[in-house]
């Protein structure tokens, strides 16, 4: 039988791979087992939320915050849920609770900011609510932005995708999306899905550091795009400010094939070797190499499981370096 922290690493393992309600049934798999557990009750709200189950989303995070009031995440999974639920009112009191549990998080700043903003406009002053939302969340190497429109057909949808510029444009219904992003994305490398409940823009990113925010301003300093330091015959003779609009059926077909045929250096050939390890590994390589990597906030990775399957693994960041918790 599955103990909690197998089925949990199971559905975390789903939630990477976007199978959000796999993810839930596995969650909760693992609360039947152990339902003391606050950061599982936390991580089922997180793929609720992917799912569109708010009220779900906002539950999970009423027992997290029971079982341990310091859980920051809750707060601001709750705060989102109901923030697209529109009880503006409610998220802004659980955004400020959260605040002063951990005031060094700027998110809740951010989410308190929008609350009252929205809460400010008067009747008379205040612009229509748009119908379709928006959010966005990344990995290491991509920044997803998602859509919430039902049934868009493909003949409706235009995505303009540029080194820094992203314009989502849906015909019917009206929706319009016009965004400078914060950092430089490979146009040429990005992917939609249209699915029935929503549509999701996947840009990769030109280097794997995590992005503070999603928007940014033509007077920020962005990090100079990785593209422009490879050798002129690999990179692709497209010039600096093009305008794209995709084949997205065959664009991803086409990155598939060029994905498994590149030798890719750096960084990039680096998560190459890893993913092939981690697909060519054992079962007992793979929990852990999942544990070791989960446990360390990243700063391990150990493919010997008599090593770390006995005890938890510690945080090892390198030398003369700092580590510090990114919020989901």
Not at 91 to 116: H, N, P, Q, R, Y
Not at 197 to 223: A, R
Request: one cysteine or more.
């Amino acid at each position: 039988m599955a103990t909690a922290d197998e089925l949990c690493r199971q559905a975390n393992e789903k939630y990477v791979d976007e199978d959000y309600q796999r993810a839930v049934e596995l969650y909760s798999e693992a609360l039947s087992k152990d339902n003391e557990r606050d950061d599982i009750y936390c991580h089922r709200a997180q793929a609720n939320l992917k799912l569109g189950n708010l009220s779900d989303a906002a539950l999970d995070c009423d027992k997290a915050i029971h079982l341990n009031d310091k859980n920051s995440k809750a707060y601001i999974r709750k705060g989102t849920a109901l923030f697209q639920m529109d009880e503006i009112g409610k998220a802004l009191d659980v955004f400020k609770e959260g605040k002063s549990m951990s005031d060094s998080d700027g998110t809740f700043t951010d989410w308190i900011a929008k609350c009252e903003d929205r809460i400010s406009m008067s009747p008379a002053t205040a612009v229509p609510k748009p119908s379709i939302k928006h959010e966005w969340y990344q990995t290491h190497t991509h920044v997803v932005i998602t859509v919430f429109a039902k049934k868009v057909k493909k003949e409706n949808l235009v995505v303009d995708v540029e080194e820094r510029k992203v314009k989502i444009q849906i015909k019917e219904p009206s929706f319009d999306l016009d965004l400078l992003l914060f950092h430089h994305v490979v146009p040429q490398e990005s992917l939609t899905k249209i699915m029935s409940t929503k549509i999701e823009v996947k840009l990769k990113k030109t280097e794997g550091i995590q992005w503070s925010k999603l928007e940014g301003s033509p007077e920020e300093q962005v990090t100079v795009p990785f593209a422009t330091a490879l050798p002129s015959e690999d990179v692709p003779k497209y010039p600096t400010s093009s305008h794209y609009t995709r084949d997205w059926d065959k664009l991803a077909k086409d990155v598939t094939e060029e994905e498994k045929n590149e030798k890719l250096e750096g960084d990039a050939g680096l998560n190459k070797f890893f993913q092939n390890l981690y697909g060519d590994a054992s079962d007992e390589t793979k929990r852990a190499m999942m544990k070791s990597f989960s446990e360390s906030g990243g700063t391990v990775l150990s493919t010997n499981w008599s090593e770390v399957g006995a005890k938890k693994v510690e945080v090892k960041p390198p030398d003369g370096m700092e580590y510090k918790q990114w919020q989901q």
